[in-house]
């Protein structure tokens, strides 16, 4: 072997050579060759320090004479034990989180935000517990995985529905938290899943897929958040969101079928609304075109009616005050709207003894501008009535 062969020393170089009586000459082995290498760190200096240290720790505790320990070293040694027990009390509770300090396993302060102490490990122990981080767990399944035996639920109208949602929640009561819940992340995972089975349980599939969502997730949170409270796990329900809400893989082209044929239906059904609202408002206007005509008329007679009595009155008063008068004037007034617009001539022939001859424009037809220009006399005489008027 290349240590063994005296031919070949090695990198150390050849052993010290013989001084003939079989003992080897002392000195130092170095590589052959090359100048001598840096000191090594264990060389007699490291030794010697070493040595010093060990002395100095001797002397400490046994003194120079070495007759026993010294009861002052032994103190001392106490003490720093003692002060390092002590100093392993302080902690820091960072802005994001409460320290719960517990003395011998029961609870005994809650700590805000900063630097705290408590006495040290067994005595008393503390447990920081983030109050503001926002915790997140996914129901149903992550990205590509899908968990049926959470995801497929049966909803209220006898279908199954594939939903996956998720669930944020943070930490409202840091005591109850620690004392209360041995895993959150399980306890919150089956309440909501829980929660959530109870409410799609009540609701309709159609529902739950399209325009129902806000109040089912709504709905799962308050649940979720009794349910939690009746267990004093001191945990604040944030959101319940549904991530998806699918009918099963095996039925989803049956539900396209029925989905496309609820909204064919929707739209003829909005379709007719619109017919009818045009229909009812067109009715509406002409039933009000007639109640206002109506009225309009209703008003017009009222008046006329009105002023007929008026006039009837003042007449009366008259024919009161001077009947023959009255009665002369009132056949004159008609017999004159009667005949204005004849060609008739009549002439009361009583009393006359010679022919009465009459200009040929009198059989002219008259106008009614004339006609209408012409106006009785307001009062005729009774006596003597005008000519050409026959009784």
Do not use: C
């Not at 802005?95 to 005994?108: I, K, L, Q, R």
């Not at 006898?158 to 409202?172: C, G, K, P, Q, Y």
């Not at 209703?298 to 023959?324: C, H, K, L, M, W």
């Amino acid at each position: 072997m290349p240590w063994n062969d005296n031919a070949n020393p090695g990198p150390w170089g050849a052993p010290p050579p013989n001084d003939g009586n079989g003992d080897k000459k002392p000195g130092p082995r170095r590589p052959l060759g090359g100048p001598r290498g840096p000191r090594r760190p264990d060389g007699p200096e490291l030794n010697a320090a070493l040595e010093r240290l060990q002395n100095r720790v001797r002397d400490f505790f046994t003194g120079p004479g070495g007759d026993g320990v010294r009861p002052g070293a032994i103190a001392a040694v106490a003490g720093v034990g003692v002060a390092l027990w002590a100093l392993s009390g302080i902690y820091i509770v960072q802005p994001n989180e409460v320290g719960v300090v517990t003395t011998f396993g029961a609870y005994s302060r809650s700590e805000t935000p900063g630097i705290r102490y408590h006495l040290p490990s067994p005595i008393e122990r503390v447990e920081k517990v983030p109050v503001t981080t926002l915790n997140r767990i996914d129901i149903g399944g992550v990205g590509e995985t899908d968990m049926p035996e959470e995801s497929l639920m049966l909803t209220g109208d006898e279908n199954i529905v594939d939903l996956d949602f998720s669930v944020t929640w943070r930490v409202a009561n840091a005591r109850a938290y620690v004392f209360t819940l041995r895993d959150p992340d399980v306890s919150v995972k089956a309440a909501a899943e829980s929660a959530m089975r109870e409410v799609v349980g009540k609701s309709e599939l159609q529902a739950v897929l399209t325009t129902g969502r806000g109040q089912v997730q709504a709905q799962t949170a308050e649940l979720m958040q009794r349910t939690l409270d009746s267990w004093g796990a001191g945990i604040s329900v944030v959101e319940v969101q549904i991530r998806s809400a699918n009918p099963p893989a095996e039925v989803a082209a049956a539900f396209r079928d029925v989905n496309s044929a609820g909204q064919d239906q929707e739209s003829a059904r909005n379709e007719a609304n619109t017919y009818r609202n045009r229909v009812v408002n067109e009715a509406k206007g002409d039933a009000s075109k007639l109640i206002q005509s109506a009225q309009g008329y209703r008003e017009q007679a009222v008046r006329e009616a009105t002023g007929d009595v008026s006039r009837f009155n003042q007449i009366y008063g008259e024919y009161r005050q001077a009947p023959g008068v009255t009665k002369d004037r009132l056949y004159i007034e008609t017999m004159q709207r009667v005949l204005q617009n004849s060609n008739k001539v009549i002439i009361d022939g009583k009393g006359a003894s010679a022919p009465i001859i009459l200009p040929p424009d009198v059989f002219r037809p008259r106008a009614s501008a004339a006609a209408a220009a012409v106006t009785p006399p307001a009062t005729p005489a009774p006596e003597t009535p005008a000519a050409g008027a026959a009784r």
